[in-house]
Every structure is written in structure tokens, then in C-alpha cells.
């Protein structure tokens, strides 16, 4: 799963602020945790109700909400077996799994006219009976098909088969952002800076396209081959500047990863550029300081915290780490939009600044 979907919370914080009850059958997506984010999976109902107590115990409110599920639990679903990895898909050879989510399956696939290996993005079908889910996904392809830059991951073609769309990509060697800070590493400054202006820098090559990429964050940074280039993927919930709407949600709710929301996106303001600015920052405030700027021991917590804006200065969670470097992490973080960087050209521009002051290796 792309993102956490969050159900329910802005109407529960409602119903704590009037005293008010609810008979609601809570979706199976809610969840509490200690976790900075969580892992892909469903979560039973159970989880969802611990979530109340904790909210009503942050709002300072003797408010009591009851909860009575509308039918009776279902027996517990058994697994599904294994879906059968396809010999063909599109034209590519399939040679391998290379990784599933919620969305789909990427499969590593040989492209026979070209001679190279590819990756095959191929829909989950189950959500593919979703118009809403398809049109996702479709927007994902075309989103990133349309930029073009070393630091966004390349599309090579959109297609279907068997009635399931299909992404086919660039295949790269290497792992996540995400997958580098749960293995324990630590990186030098040297290298957080280059990653951040390499974000930076993908990100303003996508907002020249008119696209905010609106989910920034770990699991979305793709750090590839020796010299960990980076790549920014997953352009899932990307959407044009000056749409109608900046909120992607899926019956009624949020979707997203809540430590690296921008305040913006769990109100009801519109996101810009500026957003995904947000995001970055919280990413170096993380790789530099070791913990993130917003923290609560669950979701609800720490989108709380995002939207107080009052996040524990860099200079005190890391004091090893330059002024100036600082200065530029905490506005990219800031609670207002009009507080942070104009663009993320400006950003790379500031960082590459930062390297040059950076002793030789």
C-alpha cells in the first residue's frame, strides 16, 4: 500500500468537539500504532476503536463516543492463494516478481525488440473493477510519462491486457530511501545533501509540468545503482496544478502517509509546488536528525502534531548539523506555505550552495 488510508478521523474529531454519538461500522484500514508509518496490510475494526479513546483523551474532552457495528463480525477470510505470475504481458517476456502492493504487481519482463529488462507495473484485478482505483492508476502513468529528468523513474509505455492496465519502466538496481533508514544507516551530511537537491531537482522538472507529486517520502525515493541516483516514483497520487480539487480521496478519506503530510493536505486548503516542498524537508529533518519533526504514538497523534506546527527545532534534535543547513530544513518545514521555499529550483539551487561549503572528501 502506496499510503495510509485514513477513515472517519475528521469525523470523529467532530463528534468529540460536540458530544454527539455515532453508530458506524469502522473500515478495516484504521489502525493504531507506535510506528512512524505503517507496513502494507489491513487492520481489523478492533485496532480502529483503540484509536477513541486516544483521541478523546488529546482533546482534553470527558466526551464519551460510542461505537456499535451495524452486523456482526464476519469469520475470518482465509488467504487467497497465490496469483500465478504470467508468462506474457503486453509483448514483455515475464521473468519474475519483482514486488506487489496494493495497487498491482511489478514484475521484472524482457523487451525483446530493444534487448533491455523492463518493469512491468500490472493492476491488482480487484482494483481494476474500481473506476475510481483505475483512473488512478491510469493518472500514475501518465503523470510520470510526462516528465522527463535523470531524477524521475522513466516510462517507457501504458498499455492493457486481459483488461488490466499496465506500466512498463525502467528497470533499476538499488532499493527505497525507506529501505536504507530500516536497515539502520546512517548517512554523512554530504550524502543527505545530494539526495535532498536531487529531489529537489526531479521535483521542479515535474512542477514544470504542471504536476504535484502530493506523496513524498521515503518509500518513494528510489535510490539507484553504486552512486544511489536518485528517483522519485510512484506518481500515484499526483494531480495537474489549478484542478479542481487537491485532495485524492477514496470514500470520503485522506490518503496519504501521515509523518510527511503537509498541514495543508489534512485541511481542507488547496496543495501547490509547495507542498511536496514540505515533504522533502521532513525527509531531511529524518535523515539528519534520526526521529521525525512531527511524532505521536498514533495516527491521529501525529497528524495532530503536523497541524499544531510546532515541530522540535533541528538545531536541538541535531546540533551536529550546520546553521545553515538548519535554516533551510525548518522552512521547508514550515506550517505556512508562504514560509517556505519559493520553488524547488530554488531549493536544489540553496543546497548545491550548502555542498560547495561541505570540507573536501
Do not use: W
Amino acid at each position: 500500500m502506496h499510503g495510509l488510508i485514513f477513515f472517519y478521523i475528521q469525523k470523529f474529531a467532530d463528534l468529540l468537539a460536540t458530544g454527539t454519538s455515532t453508530r458506524a461500522s469502522l473500515r478495516a484500514t484504521v489502525v493504531n500504532s507506535t510506528a512512524h508509518h505503517l507496513p502494507s496490510g489491513r487492520y481489523g475494526d478492533g485496532a480502529a476503536v483503540s484509536l477513541l479513546p486516544t483521541m478523546a483523551e488529546s482533546s482534553g474532552s470527558s466526551v464519551a463516543v460510542s461505537v456499535i457495528f451495524d452486523d456482526p463480525l464476519p469469520d475470518p477470510v482465509p488467504e487467497p492463494m497465490p496469483e500465478p505470475i504470467p508468462e506474457r504481458i503486453g509483448g514483455y517476456e515475464v521473468l519474475g516478481l519483482a514486488g506487489s502492493g496494493a495497487m498491482g504487481r511489478v514484475y521484472l519482463a524482457h523487451d525483446a525488440q530493444l534487448g533491455r529488462r523492463v518493469a512491468v507495473k500490472v493492476m491488482n484485478p480487484a482494483k481494476a473493477r474500481d473506476a475510481v482505483a483505475r483512473r488512478r492508476f491510469i493518472r500514475e502513468s501518465r503523470a510520470a510519462a510526462a516528465v522527463e529528468h535523470p531524477h524521475v523513474m522513466t516510462i517507457h509505455q501504458v498499455g492493457e491486457d486481459r483488461g488490466l492496465p499496465f506500466i512498463v519502466m525502467q528497470y533499476l538496481q538499488g532499493r527505497t530511501l525507506a529501505a536504507v533508514q530500516h536497515a539502520g544507516e546512517r548517512l554523512s551530511l554530504g550524502d543527505v545533501l545530494r539526495i535532498g537537491r536531487e529531489i529537489a531537482e526531479g521535483l521542479a522538472a515535474a512542477h514544470a509540468c504542471g504536476l504535484v507529486h502530493r506523496d513524498i517520502k521515503p518509500a518513494n525515493i528510489f535510490l539507484a545503482g553504486r552512486g544511489q541516483s536518485v528517483r522519485i516514483i510512484d506518481f500515484g497520487l499526483a494531480r495537474d496544478i489549478g484542478t479542481e480539487s487537491s485532495q485524492v480521496t477514496v470514500d470520503g478519506a485522506i490518503v496519504g502517509t501521515p509523518a510527511y503530510m503537509p498541514p495543508e493536505r489534512i485541511g481542507s486548503e488547496d496543495l501547490d509546488t509547495r507542498s511536496d516542498l514540505f515533504g522533502l524537508g521532513v525527509i531531511l529533518y529524518e535523515l539528519l536528525a534520526g526521529r521525525l519533526p512531527f511524532e505521536g504514538p498514533t495516527m491521529v497523534a501525529m497528524l495532530a502534531a503536523i497541524s499544531r506546527g510546532q515541530p522540535l527545532p533541528l538545531a536541538e534534535a541535531a546540533p551536529q548539523v550546520p546553521a545553515a543547513v538548519t535554516s533551510l530544513v525548518m522552512r521547508l518545514i514550515a506550517h505556512d506555505k508562504a514560509d517556505r521555499p519559493a520553488d524547488a529550483l530554488a531549493v536544489a539551487a540553496e543546497i548545491a550552495a550548502l555542498e560547495r561549503t561541505l570540507p573536501s572528501a
